[in-house]
């Protein structure tokens, strides 16, 4: 296999918008990738707040937060696919043996969790759980090929993921830092191809 099509893994890697991608939901949208292989890929959007904060969400599931810290955290719009369905990203918890403490969880090489499961609501509710979590609605996903060739068609710049912006860094912030690993801001990327 050549260099030129070896595959490429952007698992634990952000996506970013290009400034001309002109989509509702991932205009300007920041993604982080779980999960990247020759079937597919699957990622969540982080900087794409819904009306819903963490409390609401978790009303809807008869639980109550019992944590301030979170109160004010809204539930985000994680991408189009199974919307009705709760993701939560989350620091790795490991409960040794380099086993995951929750039911159904994608540990994801860098440091991360995914986490599909109920158990991590209820760890959250009780005032336990990750410290740093972020709770999201649907996924994107990507079928084989699919990535690539949106990438191929300068849809998506791709950096190294870095957990301080999913985290510690406010959502209106996050596409611009997120530019900023590339050493880029915005407006250096014009969306008219050939007329910059």
Known sequence: MSADSAPINLTNHFLIAMPGLNDELFGRSVVFMCEHSERGALGLVINK????????????????LGRDDLRDQPVFQGGPVQTERGFVLHEAIDAGEGESVYASTLSIPGGLEMTTSRDVLEAIASGAG???VLVSLGYA???EGQLESEITENSWLTVAADPALIFDTPVEQRYEKAMGLLGLAPWMLSPDAGHA
């Open 49 to 64: 707040p819904s009306d819903i904060l963490l409390p609401g969400l978790f009303a809807k599931v008869d639980l109550v």
């Open 130 to 132: 990750p410290r740093k």
């Open 141 to 143: 996903s990507w079928g």
